[in-house]
Every structure is written in C-alpha cells, then in structure tokens.
C-alpha cells in the first residue's frame, strides 16, 4: 500500500461503510439489492449525509464570502493607493493593510473554499473505492464484504457498470453516452451556481474591478475542468459530483432568496416580494403627504363591518 492509499484508506472505509448502510436501508425498503439504480442512490445517500455534516461549514463560507463581496470597495482601494509602488516597503504595507482589513471583517479568501477542501479527500476516496475496491480481488473494506463488491461490480444503470469511465479500455456505449449526460450536467450545475452567486448576491460595488473580473472569468473555466477531468471518472464518481453540485446549487438559492447580501439584486428582489407580499395582506407602507407629515394607512381585510380604519398622523419634530 502506498502513501497516498495509507491516508485515504480511513476516508475510503468510512466512504464504503456510508454507502452500505445507504444499500441496505434501501433494499430493506423493497429495492433490489444488486440493481444500479439502488447502488446509485446508495451515493446519492453518501453526498446527502456529507452534505448535512457540512451545513456549519456552509454557514460559514456564506458569511465569509459576503463578508468578502463587501469589503471589495475597500480591498480595491488598498490597491489603487499603492498601485505602481514596487518597492518592498510597499509591498508589506499593502498586504498588512488588506490582512488588517479581513481581521476587521473577521473573514478572508480561504474561508469560503473549505467546504470544497474538504470534499475533496472524500471525492478521491469513492473513486478509490469504485476504482480499487470494485475492480479484481482486493480483498473487502469496512461493512463492505465480498457478497456486496461483487454485487456492486456487476450492477449497472442504464446499462453502464458504476466503475466504468468513459476513457476506459473496453467501457461500453451506454457507459460513454451515461458520462457524457453526466458531464454536461455537472457543467451546467457548475455554471449555474457560479452565476447565481456573482450575479445576484453580490453588490453592484463587488461587480466592478480586478476582484469582480477574476470572479467572472472562473464562473467559465471551472465547467471546463470538468469537461478535461471529467471522462477519467467512473460513472459513480459522476453521479456523486452532479448529485453535490444539484445540492449546493438549491442551498445557495435557498440562502440567496431568504438572505442575501446587502445591495445586491437578490435583497431588491427580496423587498418586492415582502412588499407585495403586506400589499395582499393590506398594509399599505409609509408614505408623506403633501404637508411634510408622515402617514401609516393600516387596512385589515378581516373585518366585514365595511369601515376603513383612518390613517393615523405623526407630526415630524419642528427643527
């Protein structure tokens, strides 16, 4: 075993036992156990637990990340002030002056990636398990026993094997054309949740600038890694990343609906929809009147006597 198979190997029986528990709760429930399809849900069940485990961190990287969109202005700032000044002196004092700027917002660029960093390890741990453990006479990892790999190796979906990839020698159609659909998918959920975070959660300040341009130009090259690393992964593997990027994607709506960042599209939107939402409920929001004096008009469409309720006045202070 080499070094690399030594670190993984506590991910990979943790990523094996995970999938098991998953297999056997759904053919407890009436599934065939040697189907694909139970085996495929078995990892959707693996990104759901990992996924639930990870909302602190996701908590965490959304305020980190708006923290980041608001301080853009002054970070850009800091920037402009020593923009030319190559000396060393310079130098240390843009970058003291930007780290004082995160300690100040209690934020900084690393934060928002550690649900990534952390997925990582386990991404590379189901592709040892579906690529290694599935794959020969390897010898069982966890609750998963010999019984269950060989019933895992022969299950197929949509005819493909969950170990096949799409570059592998002897894959067959149904695995190339599953990986391809596969592929797109992650490009578009990729896409999709990068233009959903640049685009309507951010404020119009973070939309301009070098800060705004490098968020723009890796809402583009991140789908495309996925076109170049994407036919090296088994068909498992790809059900695994899709199924993640389908969950982030409506985590980050859900967040970006009900609370999104200051000054972006996304709070303006959120204000009209409350607005609308009180005008069905009859509340009318304040407003002035002709005389400089403030007017709260407050209708309860309960009532069935007929009769408005008068609009109460409050007289501004006299300066």
């Known amino acids: ?87 060393q002196a310079s130098r240390e004092a843009m970058s003291r002056e930007t780290m004082e700027l995160y300690a100040k917002h209690k934020t900084n660029p690393f934060s928002s990636c550690l649900p990534l960093l952390i997925q990582t390890p386990i991404f590379f741990a189901l592709f040892r398990v579906l690529n290694y453990w599935l794959e020969g006479d390897r010898g069982t990892i966890g609750l998963l026993s010999q019984e269950l790999i060989d019933s895992a190796h022969n299950a197929t979906l949509f005819g493909a094997q969950l170990s096949e990839t799409f570059l592998s020698t002897g894959s067959s159609t149904s695995a190339k054309i599953l990986s391809a659909v596969l592929i797109v998918a992650m490009v578009a959920t990729t896409f999709l949740t990068q233009h959903q975070l640049t685009q309507k959660n951010m404020p119009a300040s973070a939309l301009e600038g070098p800060m705004a341009q490098q968020q723009k130009i890796l809402m583009y090259i991140l789908p495309f890694i996925f076109v170049l690393s994407g036919p090296n992964f088994p068909v498992g593997v790809l059900i695994y990343w899709t ?36 005008k069905r409920k009859g509340i009318t929001a304040a407003t002035v009147d002709g005389e400089g004096t403030d007017v709260t008009v407050v209708e309860d469409e309960s009532t069935t006597s007929g009769q408005r309720q008068q609009p109460k006045r409050k007289n501004r202070k006299k300066r």
């Open 243 to 278: 199924t993640t990027n389908l969950w982030t994607m409506g985590q980050q709506f859900y967040v970006i609906r009900n609370n999104p960042t200051p000054g972006s599209e996304a709070e303006r939107r959120l204000k009209e929809r409350r607005a609308e939402k009180a």
């Open 1 to 87: 075993m080499d070094f690399l198979s030594t670190i993984l190997y506590p991910l990979e029986w943790l990523v094996a036992n995970v999938m098991v528990i998953w297999h056997q709760g759904l053919s407890f429930l009436g599934m065939n156990p040697d189907a694909g399809i139970t085996w495929a849900l078995a990892i959707v069940g693996l990104v759901v637990t990992i996924r639930i485990a990870l909302i602190p961190l996701f908590v965490k990287q959304i305020k980190a990340s708006r923290a980041m969109q608001v301080i853009a202005p002054e970070l850009r700032a800091v920037q402009d002030k020593y923009k030319g000044k190559k000396d």
